[in-house]
Protein backbone atom coordinates (compact mmCIF):
# COMPACT_ATOMS: atom_id res chain seq x y z
CA UNK A 1 0.00 0.00 0.00
CA UNK A 2 1.54 3.36 -0.89
CA UNK A 3 1.81 5.62 2.01
CA UNK A 4 1.93 9.57 1.06
CA UNK A 5 3.18 12.25 3.88
CA UNK A 6 3.19 15.81 4.01
CA UNK A 7 5.28 18.44 6.61
CA UNK A 8 6.07 21.95 7.00
CA UNK A 9 2.63 23.17 7.59
CA UNK A 10 2.48 25.81 10.35
CA UNK A 11 1.29 29.24 11.34
CA UNK A 12 3.10 31.79 9.73
CA UNK A 13 2.50 35.48 9.33
CA UNK A 14 0.97 37.70 5.82
CA UNK A 15 4.16 38.15 3.72
CA UNK A 16 6.40 35.14 5.33
CA UNK A 17 7.51 31.88 3.54
CA UNK A 18 6.98 28.04 4.21
CA UNK A 19 8.38 24.71 2.31
CA UNK A 20 6.33 21.59 2.00
CA UNK A 21 7.69 18.56 1.61
CA UNK A 22 6.12 14.83 0.50
CA UNK A 23 7.44 12.08 0.57
CA UNK A 24 6.05 8.43 -0.61
CA UNK A 25 6.67 4.77 0.15
CA UNK A 26 6.69 2.17 -2.11
CA UNK A 27 3.55 2.54 -5.04
CA UNK A 28 1.51 0.14 -5.73
CA UNK A 29 2.17 -2.41 -9.09
CA UNK A 30 6.11 -1.37 -8.60
CA UNK A 31 5.42 2.31 -9.77
CA UNK A 32 8.48 4.14 -9.34
CA UNK A 33 8.31 7.82 -7.82
CA UNK A 34 9.18 9.25 -11.35
CA UNK A 35 6.42 7.19 -12.74
CA UNK A 36 3.63 9.14 -12.47
CA UNK A 37 2.51 13.26 -12.03
CA UNK A 38 2.63 14.87 -8.81
CA UNK A 39 1.19 18.12 -7.38
CA UNK A 40 -0.19 19.95 -4.48
CA UNK A 41 -4.01 20.86 -3.89
CA UNK A 42 -5.47 22.52 -1.06
CA UNK A 43 -8.83 22.62 0.73
CA UNK A 44 -9.90 25.28 2.83
CA UNK A 45 -12.85 25.40 5.72
CA UNK A 46 -16.22 25.08 3.52
CA UNK A 47 -14.65 24.90 0.28
CA UNK A 48 -13.54 22.17 -2.46
CA UNK A 49 -9.96 20.78 -2.61
CA UNK A 50 -8.83 23.29 -5.22
CA UNK A 51 -5.27 22.39 -7.80
CA UNK A 52 -2.42 24.52 -6.79
CA UNK A 53 0.34 23.13 -8.71
CA UNK A 54 1.42 20.07 -10.69
CA UNK A 55 4.33 18.67 -12.23
CA UNK A 56 5.72 16.42 -14.38
CA UNK A 57 6.95 13.27 -14.68
CA UNK A 58 10.26 14.17 -15.12
CA UNK A 59 10.12 17.85 -13.26
CA UNK A 60 10.35 19.39 -16.57
CA UNK A 61 7.11 21.28 -16.81
CA UNK A 62 4.59 22.79 -14.48
CA UNK A 63 1.06 24.04 -13.76
CA UNK A 64 0.21 26.81 -11.39
CA UNK A 65 -3.10 28.33 -10.69
CA UNK A 66 -3.42 32.15 -11.11
CA UNK A 67 -3.18 32.83 -7.39
CA UNK A 68 0.08 31.14 -6.55
CA UNK A 69 1.97 32.38 -9.87
CA UNK A 70 4.92 34.13 -9.36
CA UNK A 71 4.91 32.91 -5.62
CA UNK A 72 4.90 29.33 -5.37
CA UNK A 73 7.19 27.01 -6.45
CA UNK A 74 6.73 23.20 -6.81
CA UNK A 75 9.69 20.65 -7.47
CA UNK A 76 10.55 16.62 -7.52
CA UNK A 77 13.51 15.08 -6.17
CA UNK A 78 13.40 11.73 -7.88
CA UNK A 79 16.47 10.36 -6.46
CA UNK A 80 14.80 10.86 -2.99
CA UNK A 81 11.21 10.42 -4.20
CA UNK A 82 10.44 13.59 -2.39
CA UNK A 83 8.36 16.52 -3.59
CA UNK A 84 8.45 20.21 -1.96
CA UNK A 85 6.32 23.18 -2.40
CA UNK A 86 8.36 26.99 -1.67
CA UNK A 87 5.31 29.12 -0.78
CA UNK A 88 6.38 33.13 -0.87
CA UNK A 89 5.18 36.10 0.59
CA UNK A 90 1.89 34.08 1.79
CA UNK A 91 -1.73 35.84 2.18
CA UNK A 92 -4.15 35.18 4.36
CA UNK A 93 -6.24 33.65 1.28
CA UNK A 94 -3.68 30.88 1.10
CA UNK A 95 -5.04 29.33 4.60
CA UNK A 96 -5.92 25.44 4.24
CA UNK A 97 -5.03 22.31 4.54
CA UNK A 98 -2.28 21.36 1.52
CA UNK A 99 -2.51 17.35 0.60
CA UNK A 100 0.55 16.05 -1.83
CA UNK A 101 -0.85 13.10 -4.23
CA UNK A 102 -0.22 11.41 -7.11
CA UNK A 103 -1.84 9.50 -9.89
CA UNK A 104 -2.08 8.85 -13.43
CA UNK A 105 -2.98 12.53 -13.80
CA UNK A 106 -1.68 15.06 -16.65
CA UNK A 107 0.53 18.22 -15.39
CA UNK A 108 -1.61 20.18 -17.59
CA UNK A 109 -5.16 19.54 -16.37
CA UNK A 110 -3.87 19.04 -12.94
CA UNK A 111 -7.45 17.54 -11.37
CA UNK A 112 -7.53 15.84 -8.39
CA UNK A 113 -10.16 12.93 -10.16
CA UNK A 114 -6.93 12.03 -11.85
CA UNK A 115 -5.02 11.64 -9.09
CA UNK A 116 -5.53 8.29 -6.64
CA UNK A 117 -3.01 8.24 -3.90
CA UNK A 118 -2.79 11.88 -1.34
CA UNK A 119 -1.19 12.09 2.20
CA UNK A 120 -3.38 13.04 4.82
CA UNK A 121 -2.33 16.61 4.53
CA UNK A 122 -0.70 19.86 6.57
CA UNK A 123 -2.47 22.90 7.82
CA UNK A 124 -1.06 26.39 6.43
CA UNK A 125 -2.61 28.92 8.30
CA UNK A 126 -1.30 32.49 7.21
CA UNK A 127 -2.42 35.59 9.61
CA UNK A 128 -2.96 39.04 8.25
Not at 6 to 25: D, I, R, Y
Not at 53 to 67: A, F, M, V
Not at 71 to 96: C, H, V, W, Y
Request: charged share 15%; aromatic share 10%; hydrophobic share 30%.
Amino acid sequence: QVQVMEAGGGLVQAGESLTLSCTASRLLSGVPFDGYVWGWFRQAPGKEREAVTCISRHGDSTYYTDSVKGRFTISRDNAQDTLSLQMNGLKPEDTGMYYCGTGPSTWQSCLSSGFNHWGQGTQVTVSS
